[in-house]
């Protein structure tokens, strides 16, 4: 079985420019997170949707940040504009219930803002 | 703020010895998982063990939890240079459905 798919695996763009990344979750698992990486803050959850819908967005750092989940099979994390702040690895997981049970990751968005 | 702080946050041993890293948190949870990350990819789960639960293996791994210290440790048997990658905890929250990851620990196994 495919598990959670992520494109792109790295972007690189300049200060301004708006960047979506992409998250395709394991088919079957109602529950997604978006999680940040940075080596200062280390892993930092940005916001989870359950069945498409959001929960719990409270970790999205600015209005810069948006996230979407138009159906059961994608979501979306954009930024817009970018930041050199906003450099990290991005991170899409996915569950198949709400309580806090096994996550799978995908391998993550490289975000470059320079 | 982060809820699990590993320590050490790095660790450098050789092949066939024994790797411990320990996690401590600060509030109740209702669960603690452990997971590997290689160097470049994503994290992967490697144990879940519940509040109630004191002790799990998994093949070589070994985790206990002290919930009166608000502690836990993985240890790793045995060690190979391919176990070499980060290893998180991560704690769920009595009541709350999201996970909250440490730093997390550094181990280098050499040959």
């Known amino acids: 079985d495919a598990g959670v798919i992520q494109s792109p695996r790295h972007e690189v763009t300049e200060m301004g420019q708006e960047v979506t990344l992409r998250c395709k979750p394991i088919s079957g698992h109602n529950s997604l997170f978006w999680y940040r990486q940075t080596m200062m803050r280390g892993l930092e959850l940005l916001i989870y949707?359950?069945?498409?819908?959001?929960?719990?967005d409270s970790g999205m750092p600015e209005d810069r940040f948006s996230a979407k989940m138009p159906n059961a099979s994608f979501s979306t994390l954009k930024i817009q504009p970018s930041e050199p702040r906003d450099s990290a690895v991005y991170f899409c997981?996915?569950?198949?219930?709400?309580?806090?049970?096994?996550?799978?990751f995908g391998e993550g968005s490289r975000l470059t803002v320079l | 703020s982060q809820q699990g702080e590993e320590d050490p946050q790095a660790l450098s041993i050789q092949e066939g010895e024994n790797a411990t890293m320990n996690c401590s948190y600060k509030?109740?949870?209702?669960?603690l998982q452990w997971y590997r990350q290689n160097s470049g990819r994503g994290l992967v789960h490697l144990i879940l063990?519940?509040?109630?639960?004191r002790e799990k293996h998994s093949g070589r791994l070994r985790v206990t939890l002290d919930t009166s210290k608000k502690s836990s440790s993985l240890l790793i048997t045995a060690s190979r240079a391919a176990d070499t990658a980060s290893y998180f905890c991560a704690t769920g929250d009595s009541g709350y459905s999201t996970l909250t990851f440490g730093k997390g620990t550094m181990l280098l196994v050499s040959p």
């Open positions: 997981a996915s569950s198949s219930g709400l309580n806090t049970g096994e996550l799978f």
């Open positions: 509030t109740s949870i209702n669960n």
């Open positions: 949707f359950n069945n498409n819908v959001p929960i719990d």
């Open positions: 063990i519940r509040s109630n639960e």
